[in-house]
């Protein structure tokens, strides 16, 4: 979603707001704009449609853009539509600049009085109603804090937002309620975010926000406030990434560079997680050896390909453990009256740790457990980012260690969720007793093989590049899959239809009479997974169906699956002796490179498709 960079410095503060706005790309956005305070003590802005690299032929057609106090904003379309008139900053009068993530649900009222007191309107976004309102509060107190303060308490939705104005040229004024916030602390300057990957270039050690805190930012000091209005210290943290972890380096798009980062992804995730025998329950936090045991049943809640991974493991859970398990669209959980049981582990998924929809959902809980004590409901969120909303609002976490994914179609992020919920599958199953020590030792021995599985299946790429010629000119396509091959074969047709704009569906094999089997032609190329497990006897008689039809089919298989090519039907032996748990971790990885020649083919923007954004931290 939109992005957010600021900062105050001793220096020229307009190539540090550049370069933030460049790392913050991959979050989707459609314009971009800066906006600085002069030397003169004016605000001088520059916005334009498009990538970055336009604002800056812009500004660099400027005789004058310098600053040492400055806001931008990378802005992905919510109210009205893409224009440069409708990109951040937004001034009033020219004397407050505001850049704003999140939706303010009340804005329609509030443009109303503000039109009835005589403000102009140059836009069509919910944003502008902020500058007004806080440049009303700053007529009156002549105090851009509390400006800032009055201001956001007639805001109704969610928000981070940065402030500067012309009478207080030495600070920034920093808010946020349900869109994430940082602050980067440098000598003498101090910079702020929505993303702690904007300021790497220069700083890696940061203040997060938390929700409903207000700052004041200057070049020598922080001050932070609770919703209370009450003075807070918020903990210094030490950002374990580098400026140089989002380079591309040989790869052409960060896609590709990601789903070839998956081995040693997936083997950091690992890394202290699993010994040679066992699974390690102290991987979950200090408290999870009492809490697993003391649950009967698993609500796993997630959006997108994250919401793929808990459907992947609601089958090991179900098969596995023997316990109930429900996994849910996050979108719809929030925002009906569930009926949560006592002794459920509830679990959240997310990439970033910011979605909206998760964090809601999470929120929802936290509610419900505050007005019952009594309720057991104890929370885990498995995620990318460690100083994340949802890491801070859950009891346990469990960190991916995938690294930065800049990509917004997911690939290393799905990958290392899987890991995730298998080993707290297995760490359920031993604090249970419901898997033996042999089960737990077959689960260990499968994982640790995984980053060479995935290596191996990386090798078919010259293969499935040749495949992917097949789609060129195709406008629909059809994923099918059984038992845990169905959530992959979900998440196969989600990537082929985020990044090369093609129709894409996924079904379960033993539906196709149910439906599917009437849009089988040789214009419909369908995309089969075949484990070698025990639901391939029935698969192979579903690819006959297909056959018979006329389908074009591609299949990516276990070779001791021996489905054979022949005329209509290409065979991939993407991989062998894989298990319930590796299967479906492996053979997902043929399908995103699949996606990826595809978009490459179409000509499509492979790490930005349209109308997508990275994070989605708005509803």
Not at 2 to 27: D, H, S, W
Not at 383 to 392: A, F, I, K, Y
Request: aromatic share 6%.
């Amino acid at each position: 979603m939109c992005g957010i960079v600021g900062g105050i410095a001793e220096r020229n503060i307009t190539p540090i707001l550049l370069e933030g706005l460049r790392r913050l790309e991959y979050r989707g956005y459609d314009s971009a704009g800066i906006a600085l305070l002069t030397e003169q003590n004016k605000i001088q802005r520059q916005r334009s449609l498009g990538k970055i690299i336009n604002l800056e032929k812009s500004i660099n057609q400027l005789d004058d853009f310098q600053g040492q106090i400055g806001i931008a904003h990378t802005r992905w379309a919510t109210h009205g539509k893409p224009a440069e008139n409708n990109a951040h900053p937004h001034i009033c009068n020219n004397e407050v600049a505001v850049v704003h993530n999140g939706i303010i649900e009340n804005h329609a009222e509030l443009k109303q009085q503000q039109i009835a007191q005589g403000y102009q309107f140059t836009s069509e976004t919910d944003t502008e109603v902020i500058a007004h309102a806080i440049y009303q509060e700053n007529q009156q107190t002549q105090d851009l804090f509390s400006a800032v303060q009055n201001s956001i308490k007639t805001l109704e939705g969610a928000y981070a937002i940065a402030v500067m104005a012309v009478n207080s040229p030495d600070t920034l004024i920093v808010a946020r309620k349900g869109s994430p916030l940082v602050i980067g602390i440098g000598f003498n300057e101090h910079y702020i975010a929505s993303d702690v990957s904007a300021l790497l270039p220069v700083t890696q050690t940061f203040v997060f926000l938390e929700e409903g805190d207000i700052a004041r930012v200057q070049r020598d000091q922080i001050e932070i406030f609770d919703h209370n209005g009450k003075a807070v210290e918020r903990a210094v943290k030490i950002s374990s990434l580098s400026a140089n972890s989002v380079e591309l380096g040989k790869h052409r798009h960060f896609m590709h560079k990601e789903i070839f980062e998956q081995p040693e992804a997936v083997a950091n995730t690992l890394v202290s997680r699993i010994t040679d025998e066992e699974v390690l329950i102290s991987a979950f936090g200090h408290q999870a050896e009492n809490i697993f045991g003391s649950i009967d049943q698993v609500q796993i809640i997630a959006c997108g390909t994250s919401y793929h991974s808990g459907l992947t493991a609601k089958y090991w859970i179900e098969d596995i453990l023997q316990i109930p398990c429900s996994t849910e669209v996050a979108s719809e959980y929030r925002y009906r009256n569930p009926v949560v049981s006592d002794n459920t582990l509830f679990v959240t998924i997310s990439q970033s740790g910011e979605t909206a929809d998760t964090l809601a959902a999470l929120q929802k809980i936290n509610r419900l457990k505050a007005q019952n004590s009594a309720l057991n409901i104890p929370t885990l969120s498995i995620c990318n980012v460690p100083e994340s909303s949802l890491t801070r609002e859950s009891d346990l976490t469990f960190l991916t260690h995938a690294g930065p994914e800049i990509g917004v179609a997911s690939t290393k992020a799905f990958t290392t969720q899987l890991v995730a919920l298998a080993l707290m599958t297995t760490a359920i199953g031993k604090t249970k007793g419901s898997i033996t020590k042999t089960q737990e030792q077959l689960i260990v021995d499968g994982l640790q093989k995984l980053p060479g599985l995935i290596k191996d299946a990386l090798k078919h790429e010259d293969v499935i590049k040749n495949l992917a010629t097949v789609f060129t000119d195709k406008h629909n396509a059809l994923f099918l899959g059984r038992g845990t091959m169905y959530p992959i074969a979900m998440e196969g047709a989600l990537k082929l239809k985020e990044i090369s704009y093609i129709h894409a569906e996924a079904y379960p094999a033993g539906e196709l009479k149910h439906g599917p089997l009437a849009l089988i032609d040789d214009e419909t190329p369908v995309v089969a997974i075949a484990p070698n497990d025990d639901l391939l006897d029935k698969l192979k008689s579903n690819l006959k169906e297909v056959k018979a039809r006329g389908g074009k089919m591609i299949v990516f298989e276990d070779k001791f699956a021996e489905v054979e090519s022949e005329d209509g039907m290409q065979v991939i032996k993407t991989t062998s002796n894989v298990g319930r748990i590796t299967a479906p971790i492996t053979l997902n990885i043929p399908l995103q490179l699949l996606s990826y020649h595809v978009a490459l083919n179409k000509g499509t923007d492979v790490d930005q498709p349209r109308n997508l954004a990275k994070s989605v931290t708005v509803e």
